[in-house]
């Protein structure tokens, strides 16, 4: 018996192993590195997961629009975080993604919803904070989180829908996102002074779509 014991041992070792490397290997590709580094804008980066997701269920192509470290703008220099507003007078405390009216907002990460609050032309925004800190999904259609069970105070796993994107009396649609330091339970305007618990997503979100494009290969 005790042979048996001492022969099974290392097999069930090697299995153990075995299957730790394959649960890793598959992260690896659903978590790819590198991912594109985007230039500082004089806020603190949003740490968050590691490994999230898109937060959109749409059709429509993910991107993120930001300017790298060599100075080239992507996606639309007017959708990035620190964008200039109103003759510079402010600046955009958040990264607009493209998607259509009534789309499926989902958790980039999971958290606790935290607040809901009114948003920009009749549309409103759901907070929800994680493990580091707050993302207001904005933009979004005022109640909808309760279709999804997204009520304040609840906890939503990452990639769980909870809310729909707005349709805007202008006729735009997209998904207004911005990230917030723990404690946050309000947007912050970007003026002359940048809020202190503001914190820029765009690293984040080019994780995020870098997962989704990793997971579809």
Not at 36 to 62: N, S
Not at 83 to 92: K, L, M, P, T
Not at 99 to 104: E, F, I, Q, R, T
Not at 148 to 170: D, E, M
Request: glycine share 8%; net charge positive; proline share 6%.
């Amino acid at each position: 018996m005790a042979k048996r014991v001492k022969w099974l041992l290392p097999v069930a070792a090697f299995a153990a192993t075995a299957l730790f490397l394959r649960s890793t290997s598959r992260r690896a590709r659903v978590c790819p590195q590198p991912y594109p580094k985007p230039r500082k804008v004089g806020v603190p980066e949003y740490t968050g997961d590691p490994c999230p997701v898109w937060p959109l269920d749409t059709p429509r192509k993910e991107t993120v629009s930001y300017r790298d470290k060599e100075g080239e703008y992507h996606g639309n220099m007017s959708r990035r975080m620190a964008a200039c507003r109103d003759g510079c007078s402010r600046h955009h405390a958040g990264v607009d993604l493209y998607a259509n009216a009534g789309d499926p907002v989902l958790a980039a990460e999971s958290g606790r919803v935290v607040n809901t609050q009114s948003f920009l032309a009749g549309s409103h925004a759901i907070l929800v904070e994680g493990l580091s800190g707050v993302i207001l999904y904005g933009e979004v259609t005022r109640g909808s989180w309760k279709e999804f069970g997204a009520n304040k105070g609840t906890h939503v796993a990452k990639g769980q829908p909870i809310a729909r994107v707005a349709q805007l009396p202008s006729g735009s649609h997209m998904l207004h996102i911005e990230g917030y330091s723990k404690g946050t339970r309000k947007n912050e305007r970007w003026r002359k002074v940048t809020p202190s618990n503001l914190r820029d997503l765009s690293s984040f979100l080019l994780r995020a779509k870098a997962r989704s494009a990793s997971a579809v290969a």
